[in-house]
C-alpha cells in the first residue's frame, strides 16, 4: 500500500503561491517540502550548537539550571556558554519557536 495519502489543508493564498514559488527555485515537489516542515513539527531536531551532534527535542534532557536542552553526546547547555554565545543561540531558538508556535521543548 502506498504511505501516502491526499489531505485537504485550507492555506492563505499568498503564502501558498510564495511556497510554490520557492520550491520551483529549489526543484522541490510542495508535497515534499510540506512534509518535511510536518515531520519537523511533530518530531523537532536540533543541532548541538557545540559537537553539531544532531538529536531530537523530545528525547533530550533539559538542563535544571538553565532550562536548555542538554546534547545529549557532550552534554552542553547554557550553562557553559559565553553571554555573546548565548545571545546568538537564543535567537536562533526564537526561530524555531515562532516555527513550533511555542517552545521547543
Ligand atoms: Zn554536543
Ligand atoms: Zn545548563
Redesign the pocket.
Known amino acids: 500500500m502506498d504511505p501516502k495519502t491526499r489531505q485537504t489543508v485550507t492555506v492563505d493564498k499568498d503564502v501558498l503561491n510564495k511556497a510554490k514559488k520557492v520550491c520551483e527555485d529549489k526543484h522541490i515537489p510542495l508535497s515534499g517540502a510540506i512534509e518535511n516542515f510536518l515531520n519537523f513539527f511533530s518530531n523537532p531536531w536540533v543541532y548541538c550548537f557545540k559537537c553539531s551532534e544532531k538529536f531530537n527535542v523530545g528525547e533530550a534532557e533539559l538542563?535544571p539550571?538553565?532550562g536548555?536542552l542538554?546534547c545529549p553526546k557532550c552534554g552542553i547547555?547554557?550553562?557553559g556558554l559565553d553571554e555573546t554565545t548565548a545571545i546568538a543561540v537564543y535567537h536562533m531558538r526564537k526561530v524555531y519557536e515562532d516555527l513550533l508556535s511555542g517552545r521547543v521543548k
Open positions: 538542563c539550571k538553565c536548555w542538554k547547555c547554557r550553562c
